[in-house]
């Protein structure tokens, strides 16, 4: 076992041995490597100001992501290299094309959320070619707030900059660094011990179950979009803390047996394009998740894991009848997603247990499945209500229909009464008037800072009617205008 | 798309004479920071280079709304470790109050705290972490009191901060009697927090003496030297104050900056050490005021065409706990009451409201906002009334040229371009042909409805309180011919300081690069007066104009000597000094200028004309001039959510000849952007102890990148012109944008109204969340059955 992390600053290679835990990568660069140019403007991954970028390689490229430096603890930096506003600028002084392109179409006003911007544009630039349209553009930037240009500037220098071919000095330097990465690879897994707190990074399973049995009060840790804020935010000590990123096979995703395997380490980011395939609709839902920088470090176990009552994917995968396998010391067990919500943040998981995997039936022929979810603010925004439906039909008839719900209740929930008063019935309005008012019986929402219980209760009910009509092709749905 | 461009845009103010004389004043020169802003290297105070020994603070905020503090031990907060010192009220040297215009802002309560996230006590410790564990060791016993948490609770028990005042001409009452038709109507408007990305922040650094140095993210630093020695009992001249740069302000770092620079420099003072305090985002939108709520009640009398006759207002806003800087807020609010429309016979009366939350402040507009939001209702109920479009409502009721151009407060509208600017507005955006195919539209979806709606936009440029409306500058041009400019605005992001530098550059004929703009400072020039009211550029571009010809006009009288011409021949530019066929560069001009014993430093100095206002009887020439513009939005609503996608935004704005195109159309496009965000997607939610639970951008929405339409045409008025002399006939910018959001609102109403057939406007307040268009949707529907 090993006590310390060894990654690339820039170019520059860094090792530090016992690193504090939970010392978040934003504070380790404004403190430590005295590297200001990264900001904070929130502390909960919500305004992207901290916004850096985490290389990672990829055969002989670089996979660059952006991620938010304020909720991202320093081990997480171990093997990898970092990137940030600081090393964009050429040694010539030349600024980079997204940093030019932002100079060049006035992108920048007060200053303070454009490292942040720079950073996720880099990203961007790295993301490909064939162009960059405005729907591309929102989503590299929804994470990303800047108060003062109303952003139109900032988008018109992301496509005047990405959405080619990136030659920039990075590119060119790629495969030296993916080298030297490789060269930075741990073989041993990471076990670190500071100032009273422990960290544990896993490598697999076996070690995994392994050192939850023997700390069972242990935090642990994912994308760390959750419980970097139980730090940054309720200032929380965190005694035992136990990664799950390095877990061999944890993040798989896979297909087989008529099953959508979701491993419970997978990112958001890469999950999206599994699950959208399947299911266009949940890649439209976690295209709204967070933002970039969050589905890049987020997971979908962890969403389920947390147990939040308006988390996104729950109200989703308990509609697609998915199957949690869960896995402790002792062996392994299955539990369907809607039995494992048991109150508010409260699971099925028994002590000394993990969730390993998300299993979720492929749709059957005839099958449809929405998703919708209702926020104040259509990007980067916490669900009021988030509803999923899974219907069959069979001729006019309801065959099969799956309803749940977020933020309708203590934990997210399936709709039962409702599903009852649909089966086997004409899928017609008189039956869906009938399963809306069985969702007054049902359902319990509360009144809250994102919306009232009233009109929690009245979308709900009118988040069927819309999936209805949108089965008879009618327009109820706003037209995307980006 | 038609988006204007900067270069499009330099294009026309170059082509326009005699602009077309100029190098640098009116071309789209790029922020003077961009360069350091893209590539992390601007500097704001968080980032300087640390000084030894330094001590970060926290400090601790009232759990309650109301209460009296019964006891307060912090023995345990001084004895946890790394703490150097904690504060209370009783320790402090000098005045417990940062009011900025009255009393009523404690440093730290006294006794009684009176809003939830109040000041309690600060402690400085060797670190961030120490200090704020320490802070959780405090003993703090209250007794809770009932708040008062809201307009009509206030209202009701008449608790105000102030007196409530009376603007009237005509008579309103009789008008109302004898109009043909009348109606009535409430709205409520909500508040806005700056949500600035840099947060509140100070370093105060002790020096010998008494003295100490502040640097300070803040639009006012002459406030924060004086409050900083008022509450150490210091004179001002022992108290310096720097800012650089802010992370954005929009009237969030007017007032509210103070409190935070005085509590570092009363812990610096007290410690003999440094020491920074930086509140994290949480903390900052508990603590600090933001935009205040109104209620509008209002009472319209009009004719058949929709032409008012006669109107009342009844304004009420949430000042807070104290009056911080509602007397000149709820002013504007009343000046603003008529926006760009003749009120032939009208009374305002406003109703200053104290209640048990945050002491709410200056946010871009400063009140005007909230007063046009009154004027806009009325006008939407007239139309949807008389069955009209609200578009053919206002331009009846714009003001005119030589009648009917008298405002409420009795100054004469002389500069008036509403009518012209709205009709090319009109015509470029295609408002009409838009109208017909919104209604047809409408009449063919159930479940998604659009809205379309034009409102214009009439600001008022000056501040209100007279002896605000000046500035002044400091001007050096060293031997080498680089010029160091200073002069008493800040710098936010809103490009103040490379448009003061066009203009100096211009007067000196020289390229940008020549002349260094330095951090604002007490120490350079003294007495100023807030960046804010929008009046920026116009009074710090004259004051630095006027040094900047002070210096030229030294060189030129020695040059014209050696040149053997007249002073008045000597002309600057390209970088020289030319006169009877004979060119010097401007080094060398200098050089020979400093060679003859001639002063090369100046200080200038403006007060802006023409103004007086007697606020006894709310009359007078409160502003130097208006800022107009318009906006035409349409929206998409989804009517089984109430959510909305914005699909169409045309702008025209009249900055006069532009100092600068490309700041101010960063000006207008960020202005608009936040003012539709203050009325669609920004809620603050208090609970019912009176906590504000949107405190963190997790749960405050600002408008987010796909929140801005990809349609977006935004044009400066190529018409426009500044008829006073404000600096190169320019005109005022910063705030005056943010109310073309009130389209988006309208619009929202208009889609909301599209859902039932009743001859009245939209029962929709504002911020529009989905929820309230959603519920406005019901409640129309329900109307319309009943009304069937």
Redesign the interface.
Known sequence: MGETIRFLFGDEERSIRSPAPTQTVLEWL?TEAR??????????G??G?CTVVLGTPDGEIMRYRAVNACILFLPALDGRQVL???H??APDGT?HPV??A???H??????????GF?MSLFALYHAGGGGVG?AA??EA??G????????????DAAQAACGGVAEDRFAVAAPAIAARLRGLARQDSLAVAHDGQVFLAPRSLGELTAALAAHPAATLLAGGTDVGLWVT?Q?RHLATVIALEHVAGLAEIAERDGVLSIGAGATYDDACAALARHWPDFGRLLRRLGSRQIRNRGTIGGNVANASPIGDTPPALIALDATLLLTGAAGSRRIAAEAFFLGYRRTALAPGEVLERIDIPLPRPGERFAT?K?????????S?VCAAFRLTLAGDQVADIRIAYGGMAATPKRAVAAEQMLVGRPWQRAAIAAAMAALEGEMAPIS?????AA?RL??AR??L??FH?TTQD????????? | MNVLTPQTAAARAAAQSPAEQRRVVGRPAAHDSADKHVSGAALYIDDVAEPRDLLHAYVRLSEHAHARILRLDVAAVAAAPGVAAVLTARDVPGVNDVGPAFPGDPIFADGLVEYAGQSVFAVAADSIARARAAAQRAVIEYEVLPPILDIDAAMQQAAFVLPSQTMRRGDAAAALAAAPLRLRGRHYVGGQEHFYLEGQIAMAIPGEDRDIRVLSSTQHPTEVQHLVGRSLGIPDHAVICETRRMGGGFGGKESQASLIAVIAALLAANTGRPVKLRLDRDDDMKLTGKRHDFRIDWDVGFDAEGRIEGISFELASRCGMSPDLSAAINDRAMFHSDNAYYLPNVSIVSHRCKTNTVSNTAFRGFGGPQGMMGIEAVMDAIARHLRRDPLEVRRRNFYGKRERNVTPYHMTVEDNVIPELVAELARSAGYAARRREVTAFNRSSEWIKRGLALTPVKFGISFTLLRMNQAGALVHVYTDGSVQLNHGGTEMGQGLFIKVAQVVAEEFGLPLDRIKVTATTTEKVPNTSPTAASAGSDMNGKAAQVAARTIRDRIAGVVAAEFAVAASDIVFRDGAVQGGGRSLPFAAAVRRTYEKRVQLSATGYYATPKLHYDTATHQGRPFYYFAYGAAVAEVEVDTLTGEHRLRRVDILHDVGQSLNPAIDLGQIEGGFVQGMGWLTTEELWWDARGSLRTHAPSTYKIPAVGDVPADFRVALWSRGRNRENAVYRSKAVGEPPLMLGIAVFHALRDAVAACGEVAEAAELDAPATPERVLLAIEARRRRAAAAA
């Open positions: 404004r590297a200001c140019g990264t900001k904070e403007g929130c502390a909960e919500d305004c100001a940030t506003v600081e964009l600028r600024l940093q030019q932002m100079v060049d006035h992108g920048a006003q007060c200053g303070f959320c454009t490292p720079v405005r553009v929102n930037l929804a990303n707030l800047c108060r003062c240009t109303g952003y139109r500037p900032i988008v935010k200032h919708y209702v926020s104040k603010r259509f990007e980067q925004d916490i009021a809250d800072m994102r919306a009232s009109y009245l979308v009118n988040l009617l819309r009509l009618a327009a109820a749905m706003l037209e995307d205008v980006a």
